[in-house]
């Protein structure tokens, strides 16, 4: 299947990142410890890791295997948050990011959404999945509003270096087509 570059949901325009979203990218979050507590990076120190980032970004899409979308506010071209999916074989995981000052809002459950519903458009897709610490409960929420189901814990799953140097469990959470995935 061929991904879109650019869709639209009812608050939110997802894009295909671009280098110059590097500044907006860094002030709105990727330099915020409070938003990268759960994620596999550290927070960025300036704008430099931030556009390295926006390169591996085109890497993904170029090879297909790691797609990230821009997120945007209806009529505000300026980045607020990332989300993205990782395509493999009969299944795709996602994974999502978003400026603190906009938490609280179901801005990230609506991208979250909206790429959901594109991987099952893929009549190959049954499987879209995600993983959240233990401890980070607003991202198991978000997965839940998506319509995702808990599947259980994966011990000693992934670093989260902002947390720990070791391995963390993570919720398991999972939308399988006869989920009422199919488009």
């Known amino acids: 299947m061929r991904w879109p570059e650019r869709f639209q949901t009812e608050r939110l325009v997802l894009r295909r990142p671009v280098t110059g979203d590097a500044r907006a990218i860094f002030d709105e979050y990727a330099q915020d410890a409070d938003v990268s507590r759960y994620v596999m990076w550290r927070p960025h120190r300036d704008v430099n890791e931030t556009t390295a980032f926006l390169a591996r970004c085109q890497t993904g899409w170029a090879a297909g295997n790691d797609l990230s979308w821009a997120i945007t506010l209806a009529g505000d071209d300026r980045v607020v948050g990332m989300v993205g999916a990782r ?56 997965m839940e509003k ?11 799953w992934i670093v989260h270096p902002n947390i720990s140097p070791y391995p963390r469990d993570v919720h398991c959470y999972a939308r399988i087509r006869s989920d009422g995935g199919a488009a």
Not at 93 to 119: K, N
Not at 146 to 155: D, Q, S, Y
């Open 87 to 142: 395509p493999r074989g009969h299944m795709a995981d996602i994974g999502y990011v978003l400026a603190r000052r906009l938490w609280g809002e179901g801005i990230v459950a609506e991208a979250a959404r909206a790429v959901v519903e594109t991987a099952f458009i893929d009549p190959n897709v049954y499987r879209v999945w995600a993983v959240c610490d233990v401890e980070n409960r607003a991202s198991a929420r978000v």
């Open 146 to 156: 998506v319509g995702m189901t808990h599947e259980g814990v994966l011990r000693k």
